[in-house]
């Protein structure tokens, strides 16, 4: 079984910066893509980034030029840097991973989340 744990969310102030983190554990053969995602009170889940296992990443409008998404292979994590945080940016933030486990079994699976608030 794979999990994700996500940490590093919090509060900040509007300009100011977050990174949150993604650690994908258990029984792990292949990472192919990591996401995150977030949810707003009372709107749906959108995209905010993506990157794969071949390095392609997708950024959200929205982040574009603010967010930048990385991951450390060997470390199985996925790091979202978030700079020039703007109010709207306030949301929960998830993680999103797809592979295949051990036996190729695919998998994916979503962290709980981690709040992320910003002050203006």
């Known amino acids: 079984q794979v999990q994700v744990v996500e940490s590093g969310g919090g509060l900040a102030q509007a300009g100011g910066s977050l990174r949150l983190s993604c650690v994908a554990s258990?029984?792990?053969?292949?990472?192919?893509?990591v996401g995150w995602y977030r949810q707003a009170p009372g709107k749906e889940r959108e995209l905010v980034a993506t990157?794969?296992?071949?390095?392609?990443?997708v950024y959200a409008d929205a982040v574009k030029g603010r967010f930048a998404i990385s991951r450390v292979n060997v470390k199985n994590t996925t790091y979202l840097q978030m700079n020039s945080l703007k109010p709207e940016d306030t949301a929960v933030y998830s993680c999103?991973?797809?592979?295949?486990?051990?036996?190729?079994?695919?998998?994916?699976?979503w962290g709980q989340g981690t709040q992320v608030t910003v002050s203006s």
């Open positions: 999103n991973a797809k592979g295949y486990g051990l036996k190729l079994r695919p998998y994916d699976v």
């Open positions: 258990g029984s792990i053969y292949t990472i192919n893509g």
């Open positions: 990157i794969n296992s071949g390095g392609a990443i």
